[in-house]
C-alpha cells in the first residue's frame, strides 16, 4: 500500500515558478509515478511521469521544457517543478504511483491534489 500527499500549490502570477511535491509512505521507491492535473468540469490529464529509478521521464506537449518530474527514493519523495506558468497551467495536481506512462487508468495509488492557481 502507498499513500500519497501533495503539497507546494498556491498562486502565483503567470511567467512564476512552483515546486509541487508527493510525500509518499509505503514502497513508494518500487514504482513509476507520474503527476495529472484537473479543472473542474474536465477529465484528468497526464501531465508528466517518471520512472522507479528516476533517470527515464515523459511530458505532456504543452508542458516540455518548463515542468521538471524527479524523484528522491531515498526521502520517499517526487517533485513536479514548475517555470513559466501559464493561465492554462492552473488546475488541481494530482500525483500517483503505480502506472505507467500517460494513462491515468493505470495508476493506483493517487494524493487528494494540490490547487495551482496562475494569475494573468
Known amino acids: 500500500q502507498v499513500q500519497l500527499v501533495e503539497s507546494g500549490g498556491g498562486l502565483v502570477q503567470a511567467g512564476g515558478s512552483l515546486r509541487l511535491s508527493c510525500a509518499a509512505s509505503?514502497?513508494?521507491?518500487?514504482?513509476?509515478a507520474g503527476w495529472f492535473r484537473q479543472v473542474s468540469g474536465k477529465e484528468r490529464e497526464f501531465v508528466a511521469a517518471?520512472?522507479?529509478?528516476?533517470?527515464?521521464?515523459n511530458y505532456t506537449d504543452s508542458v516540455k521544457g518548463r515542468f521538471t518530474i524527479s524523484r528522491d527514493n531515498a526521502k520517499n519523495t517526487m517533485y513536479l517543478q514548475m517555470n513559466g506558468l501559464k493561465p492554462e497551467d492552473a488546475a488541481v495536481y494530482y500525483c500517483?504511483?503505480?502506472?505507467?506512462?500517460?494513462?491515468?487508468?493505470?495508476?493506483?495509488?493517487w494524493g487528494q491534489g494540490t490547487r495551482v492557481t496562475v494569475s494573468s
Open positions: 500517483a504511483a503505480g502506472g505507467l506512462g500517460s494513462r491515468k487508468e493505470e495508476y493506483r495509488y
Open positions: 517518471i520512472k522507479w529509478y528516476g533517470s527515464s521521464t
Open positions: 509505503g514502497r513508494f521507491s518500487e514504482y513509476n
